[in-house]
């Protein structure tokens, strides 16, 4: 266990964090330990409040924890100083927001260039190619020239998603990605995380939906801030276990 702790893609040690309110302290992650491997797909789940937005912005390093740590790729996200981690977080993780975030002066395409301008990737015929082209991957090109508040809801959400992939990062992070989009543009969002993990990326996507969460190969339920429940957890021991067996195999030899 500690070893995988120490060789995990994503590690979380002790993760806790506390918000401090007028009505008190709030316990909204109660000293997680945990790791996600590398190109696995994974889906949290849990009800609304128990802390699956909250994690997300420990592993992006939005926010801070109160106790822990996070290691990706063997750095500290929280040890970063701001630049040096806009950066970093620009290259390796596309990030969707619950409530998207999309820039509300910019247009659709704008938004999806933006990651791919700061990050200093391409020309800008060559940003605003790709833009097009991701925003027509996820239903929404006929929309590039419009502002966000001109818009649905589920539009936005996509041209999040969009925004999300246009560095191409390793890490893709996403927090209720299809919340607001109907059955088929959920569906084709699922077909197209499905592709990005046969293609090698590691996915961390919250979901409330149990449906969508089997889409993903490893799903963790959170409860007031704790894992109770890791479909991985099980295969992971057994495997660990028959490594162990080949270990003292050798041994004996
Ligand atoms: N900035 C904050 N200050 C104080 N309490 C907060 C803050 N952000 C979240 N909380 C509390 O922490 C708990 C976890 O919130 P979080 O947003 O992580 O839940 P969630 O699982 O993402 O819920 P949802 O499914 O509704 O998005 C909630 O009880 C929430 O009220
Ligand atoms: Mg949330």
Same mark, same amino acid.
């Given at each position: *266990? ?18 401090? /309110?007028?009505?008190?302290? %709030? ?24 802390? =699956?937005?909250? #994690?997300?912005? *420990? &592993? ?12 990706? !790729? ?5 040890? #970063? =100083?701001?630049?040096? *981690? ?10 969707? %927001? +619950? ?13 999806? *260039?933006?990651?791919?301008?700061? @990050?200093? #990737?391409? /020309?800008?015929?060559? !940003? ?16 590039? =020239? =419009? ?8 539009? +936005? !959400?996509?041209? @999040? &998603?969009?925004?999300? #992939? ?7 992070? @996403?927090?209720?990605? /299809? ?13 197209? %995380? !499905?592709?990005? @993990?046969?293609?090698?990326?590691? &996915? ?11 889409? $993903?190969?490893?799903?963790?339920? &959170?409860?007031?801030?704790?894992? /109770? ?12 276990? $028959? ?11």
């Amino acid at each position: *266990m500690m070893s995988e702790l120490r060789n995990g893609f994503i590690q979380l040690q002790d993760l806790t964090k506390i918000y401090q /309110t007028e009505a008190g302290d %709030f316990l909204a992650l109660d000293s997680i330990n945990l790791v996600f491997h590398e190109r696995e797909f994974t889906s949290v789940v849990g009800r609304s409040g128990s802390g =699956k937005s909250t #994690l997300m912005n *420990m &592993i992006t390093g939005i926010d801070k924890p109160t106790r822990g740590r996070v290691v990706i !790729q063997g750095r500290e996200v929280q040890s #970063l =100083k701001e630049n040096q *981690m806009a950066r970093w977080r620009g290259r390796n993780l596309g990030i969707i %927001f +619950q409530f998207y975030q999309l820039l509300p002066v910019l247009t659709l395409l704008e938004n999806v *260039m933006l990651p791919m301008q700061l @990050a200093g #990737l391409g /020309t800008l015929a060559q !940003q605003a190619r790709r833009a097009y082209a991701l925003l027509k991957l996820v239903g929404v090109a006929e929309h590039w =020239k =419009k502002r966000p508040s001109m818009v649905s809801g589920g539009q +936005q !959400q996509s041209t @999040a &998603i969009a925004r999300a #992939l246009a560095n191409d990062p390793p890490i893709l992070i @996403a927090d209720e990605p /299809t919340g607001n989009l109907g059955t088929r543009a959920g569906a084709n969002i699922m077909r197209i %995380f !499905q592709n990005l @993990a046969a293609q090698g990326k590691t &996915i961390i996507m919250v979901t409330h939906d149990r449906e969508l969460a089997g889409h $993903a190969q490893r799903t963790l339920t &959170i409860e007031d801030g704790r894992i /109770t429940n890791d479909t991985n957890g099980l295969e992971g021991a057994r495997s660990m276990r $028959a490594d162990l067996n080949v270990s003292f195999r050798g041994n004996q030899l």
